[in-house]
């Protein structure tokens, strides 16, 4: 399969080369970086991107481009690179004073690539499509969307909702009179990239939307292609990739005519721990639910306390990362007092303290005849999951507790027996909901790998609900921190402890020299390809 699809990159590449007539970000034997082969000095405009995740669809209303930009397509409002909000399609918004109704006014210079003019109807359009999908892209409390004129958008929403341009800074406007079944595999947006062609497992292409109201970006032709970590790794190797994504565990890889960027993320690695014990439940889909050891509080804080996150950090991720204590490490909405000290005195107290004792001198303690065992599953062939269990696991067998670290075949077993197993799992977005959905009691059980732990707090949901349906954003972050942790209570390890966060990644990127690809903003969790939210910036330097 790797020698297929590098052959097939290679094949790309070169028909790229051809196609303008110089190097696809490359250089031949003869020529000079920039140049042919005459030696003409040329100025590249082609790059080839190898990427490991492929998305499911081009379809903003579907989930492309959720919690990024989706590139082909324009949104009303994005994000910045330090994550603040600017206009886009909008040139400005206003909201009213009971938090119901958002009026925006659109430029009126945006044209899809087909030639038509982008108005009002076609964001109208796009938000109740995208309403009606109930994919990942949540409009659940929207009451409508309408276009008053050309320029003129009114949303209505059913309650006040502080996520909401979070939420459409990363929903592309699509054309209402070419939307179709097949869009999402046929995008046609006004964004600075046109879409070109999907080969799927191999590869998409674009090229840049030389009409596009920001200005024509500087790299012309662009090919993303479908590696894995070490294939993209050995095309890196051989010259055939302009830009990898590859993991913390490969980083460390020198390679002449590339350098490495570690693009800081919120993309984080931790346990999953099942907070109910096993006593028949099912999930909504008829999967067992509970966990007879980490159904107590003091097995999940001990493991918390009981790991040196630096030490993980260093030696799993070779210095391309960093501990993680929450789901939003470094976010406004973060609250600082999640962070905990590795304790491996307390670890060992808390559990002695409610009665787990060795007794048998095999190195793990037991209670009432039940040993602090416990399986960590994670997807087959994911490194970096496999390496952070395994250091983790490592390090509790010191206090105690035996983690069994399995690696499945896919996510379709991870759902089946994450309700009941422990999942080394990854999440980290830019957008503040994500909180919600990690620990809203009414999301437990479901097969949306958001809180299969069954985690379940009124009080919890105060805070989530009053944090969305603040109208400030000071009043916003202040109820997503006290749902983190109030003094008493939380989500956070020192509290009920769901989750035990162990690192947060750098996304690790191989870029050929003289290749400049932008600022890049905070990345979200890798399934989003976060990597070319910003690709209308990247350009040629050298």
């Not at 070490?230 to 460390?252: E, M, P």
């Not at 005195?345 to 040993?371: F, M, P, R």
């Amino acid at each position: 399969m790797y020698r297929r699809v590098l052959a097939l990159l290679l094949s790309a590449a070169l028909a790229f080369a051809l196609a303008a007539c110089g190097q696809a970000g490359g250089t031949s034997p003869d020529s000079t970086p920039g140049g042919g082969s005459s030696g003409t000095p040329q100025v590249r405009d082609s790059v080839v991107i190898a990427i490991g995740t492929e998305p499911e669809t081009l379809d903003p209303t579907k989930g492309w481009g959720h919690g990024n930009a989706p590139i082909v397509q324009s949104t009303l409002v994005r994000y910045t690179a330090d994550l603040a909000f600017e206009n886009d399609l909008a040139t400005g918004y206003v909201l009213s004073d009971d938090g119901l109704t958002w009026t925006f006014t659109l430029r009126d210079d945006a044209y899809f690539t087909d030639g038509e003019r982008l108005t009002a109807a076609d964001a109208a359009f796009t938000l109740e499509t995208a309403k009606a999908a109930q994919g990942s892209v949540d409009l659940t409390y929207m009451e409508s969307a309408a276009a008053r004129d050309d320029t003129t958008l009114v949303v209505t929403l059913s309650r006040p909702t502080s996520v909401f341009l979070n939420t459409v800074a990363s929903v592309g406007i699509v054309p209402e009179h070419a939307y179709g079944e097949d869009y999402g595999r046929n995008p046609m947006g006004s964004g600075p990239y046109k879409f070109v062609e999907w080969r799927p497992q191999e590869q998409i292409v674009f090229t840049a939307n030389e009409n596009y109201y920001g200005g024509a970006p500087a790299i012309r032709d662009v090919t993303v292609v479908f590696m894995s970590e070490d294939a993209a790794l050995a095309a890196v190797q051989a010259g055939q990739v302009d830009v990898a994504y590859t993991s913390a565990t490969l980083g460390a890889t020198q390679v002449d005519g590339y350098h490495v960027e570690a693009i800081a993320s919120a993309d984080n690695r931790g346990f999953t721990l099942p907070m109910t014990p096993d006593e028949g439940l099912l999930s909504v889909s008829g999967y067992p639910v509970g966990n007879n050891v980490t159904c107590h509080r003091e097995i999940r804080q001990a493991i918390a306390y009981g790991i040196d996150r630096q030490l993980v950090a260093d030696a799993v991720l070779g210095g391309f990362g960093r501990p993680a204590y929450s789901e939003n490490d470094g976010m406004p909405w973060n609250n600082p007092e999640v962070v905990i000290e590795t304790d491996v005195a307390y670890a060992k107290k808390l559990l002695s303290d409610a009665g787990w004792v060795d007794t048998d001198g095999d190195g793990v303690v037991e209670k009432d005849g039940l040993a602090a065992e416990f399986t960590c599953i994670y997807p087959a062939g994911d490194s970096v999951r496999q390496a952070v269990a395994m250091a983790c696991a490592e390090q509790l067998l010191g206090i105690g507790i035996r983690v069994n670290v399995e690696g499945v075949s896919g996510w379709d077993e991870i759902t089946r027996r994450m309700f009941s197993d422990s999942v080394m799992m990854g999440w980290g977005s830019a957008i503040p909901n994500e909180t919600y959905y990690l620990y809203r009691s009414a999301g437990a059980l479901y097969d949306d790998f958001y809180n299969p732990e069954n985690y379940r707090s009124d009080v919890t949901d105060g805070y989530l609900d009053a944090a969305m349906a603040a109208l400030t954003v000071e009043e916003a972050n202040r109820n997503w921190q006290l749902a983190q942790w109030d003094g008493e209570t939380g989500t956070a390890m020192r509290g009920e402890c769901p989750w035990v966060w162990v690192v947060n990644l750098d996304h690790v990127t191989y870029v050929r020299d003289g290749l400049h690809i932008g600022d890049q903003p905070i990345h979200g969790h890798g399934h989003g390809l976060p990597l070319i939210q910003n690709l209308q910036e990247w350009a040629w330097t050298a």
